[in-house]
T-cell receptor, first 114, second 121 residues
């Protein structure tokens, strides 16, 4: 099982709809979870972080975390064509150095059509 | 969040040559990270650059191929040595932010430079 798994998509939604992006992770001890947005040819940009079970809302974005199911999702309400990008889920994993590293999923490509 | 400047933004290189990528941060950070993003793939951590000590490399990456320097708390370089077309990727510098301790805690977020798009011909 991969450490962080995402459906590569593309996920196509019409403008104004809700886009739902999903991510599963393998380490039950993971405590923090991040969603990054990456436009084509650009570097990843952090859009949401979540640490506790439940929902966290920030504008049109809602992150949902279920640690029991090892599942984190990102909802984008009122999707806009400008939301078309690849969304990367990232989870810190321990290394034998004692520090953690961010492990990224393969990303889900979102296409929002006008 | 930190402001990270990375250069060059892109380069086309001949196989067998080396390219050094620079990363400058506008604040002092304990650790800097180098990632590779191959075409159509996600980000893979190459190594962690620690000031005052050897870089820590991830499985599959070696110092001879990707030597790293970290002369101070705001600057790092990654060299891609003896390049082949398989090294064509985006290389990204990253720092952790938000928690103040400089260590990688569970809750730190990563911020990225604009990346270096490398094409090896």
């Amino acid at each position: 099982q991969k450490e962080v798994e995402q459906n590569s998509g593309p996920l196509s939604v019409p403008e104004g709809a809700i886009a739902s992006l999903n991510c599963t992770y393998s380490d039950r001890g993971s405590q923090s979870f991040f969603w990054y947005r990456q436009y084509s040819g650009k570097s990843p940009e952090l859009i949401m972080s979540i640490y506790s079970n439940g929902d966290k809302e920030d504008g049109r974005f809602t992150a949902q975390l279920n640690k029991a199911s090892q599942y984190v999702s990102l909802l984008i309400r009122d999707s806009q064509p400008s939301d078309s990008a690849t969304y990367l889920c990232a989870v810190p994993y321990p290394r034998n150095t004692g520090f953690q590293k961010l492990v990224f999923g393969t990303g889900t490509r979102l296409l929002v059509s006008p | 969040s930190a402001v990270i400047s990375q250069k060059p933004s892109r380069d086309i290189c001949q196989r067998g040559t080396s390219l050094t990528i620079q990363c400058q941060v506008d604040s002092q950070v304990t650790m800097m990270f180098w990632y590779r993003q191959q075409p159509g793939q996600s980000l893979t951590l190459i190594a962690t650059a620690n000031q005052g000590s050897e870089a820590t490399y991830e499985s599959g990456f070696v110092i001879d191929k990707f030597p790293i320097s970290r002369p101070n708390l705001t600057f790092s370089t990654l060299t891609v040595s003896n390049m082949s077309p398989e090294d064509s990727s985006i290389y990204l510098c990253s720092v952790e932010g938000g928690r103040g301790t400089g260590d990688i805690t569970m809750n730190t977020e990563a911020f990225f430079g604009q990346g270096t798009r490398l094409t090896v011909v």
